[in-house]
Each structure stands twice: as structure tokens, then as C-alpha cells.
């Protein structure tokens, strides 16, 4: 005898599948007998709490500045070097907030190259 026992799979047409996207429809007697209507999933005005706070509040919006310690080129040379070193990881973590900042539209403070040698 086993220690569990086993547990029949359910059928194929047991599982119904909703579509999330679609709208939930109340019949018309339902609404009449309980009062149950829909309720609006997107809202567009602010809503306010029993003290008139806000739920939700929107961060203002702000500039965000990154200045990376190096060149680009210069923080994909560093970036490409053994992987036991922490500058290579250094490198590729100031390469990844580049790339973030492009995306985001934040403004780059890049450091100018030195030609002194």
C-alpha cells in the first residue's frame, strides 16, 4: 500500500479558462434583486481616503543626473577584464545604469577625455 495515495488528474473539460481582458457582464435580474452593479476599474481622478489624503500619490516629476566615473569607453575597457577583479564589475554596473539613464531619458554627466599624455 502506498504512503500517499494518488489523486486522479481532472479532466480536460472540468478547467474553464477566463479571459482576464474580458468584461464581467451582471444579468439584469441580479442587478435589480441585490443592487450588484460593476465598478470601474480605471480610475482617473485622485482618490482620497476618510482623512482626504490621497491613496495614490504620483512621484513629481524630476531630473534625474548620473555621472559615471569614467568615459564610456574607458568603463568598457574595465568591463571586459578578468572576472576576478572588481573593476570589471564596476565597469559593467556603470555600463548597465548608462543604458538604464538612455531609457529612462535621465541626463548624463560624462567626464571629459584628457589628452595630457
Given at each position: 500500500?502506498?504512503?500517499?495515495?494518488?489523486?486522479?488528474?481532472?479532466?480536460?473539460?472540468?478547467?474553464?479558462?477566463?479571459?482576464?481582458?474580458?468584461?464581467?457582464?451582471?444579468?439584469?435580474?441580479?442587478?435589480?434583486?441585490?443592487?450588484?452593479?460593476?465598478?470601474?476599474?480605471?480610475?482617473?481622478?485622485?482618490?482620497?481616503?476618510?482623512?482626504?489624503?490621497?491613496f495614490v500619490q504620483t512621484p513629481p516629476t524630476q531630473v534625474i543626473t548620473v555621472a559615471p566615473p569614467?568615459?564610456?569607453?574607458?568603463?568598457?575597457?574595465?568591463?571586459?577584464?578578468?572576472?576576478?577583479?572588481?573593476?570589471?564589475?564596476?565597469?559593467?554596473?556603470?555600463?548597465?545604469?548608462?543604458?538604464?539613464?538612455?531609457?529612462?531619458?535621465?541626463?548624463?554627466?560624462?567626464?571629459?577625455?584628457?589628452?595630457?599624455?
Amino acid at each position: 500500500m502506498p504512503a500517499t495515495p494518488e489523486v486522479p488528474k481532472p479532466n480536460q473539460s472540468d478547467v474553464q479558462e477566463i479571459n482576464k481582458e474580458a468584461e464581467f457582464v451582471v444579468p439584469e435580474t441580479l442587478r435589480q434583486n441585490t443592487g450588484v452593479q460593476v465598478v470601474q476599474k480605471n480610475f482617473k481622478s485622485q482618490i482620497k481616503d476618510d482623512h482626504g489624503q490621497p491613496f495614490v500619490q504620483t512621484p513629481p516629476t524630476q531630473v534625474i543626473t548620473v555621472a559615471p566615473p569614467a568615459d564610456t569607453e574607458e568603463l568598457e575597457k574595465w568591463s571586459k577584464e578578468s572576472i576576478d577583479s572588481s573593476k570589471t564589475w564596476f565597469g559593467a554596473f556603470w555600463i548597465r545604469v548608462i543604458k538604464k539613464a538612455l531609457y529612462f531619458g535621465w541626463r548624463i554627466i560624462g567626464k571629459e577625455k584628457s589628452n595630457d599624455s
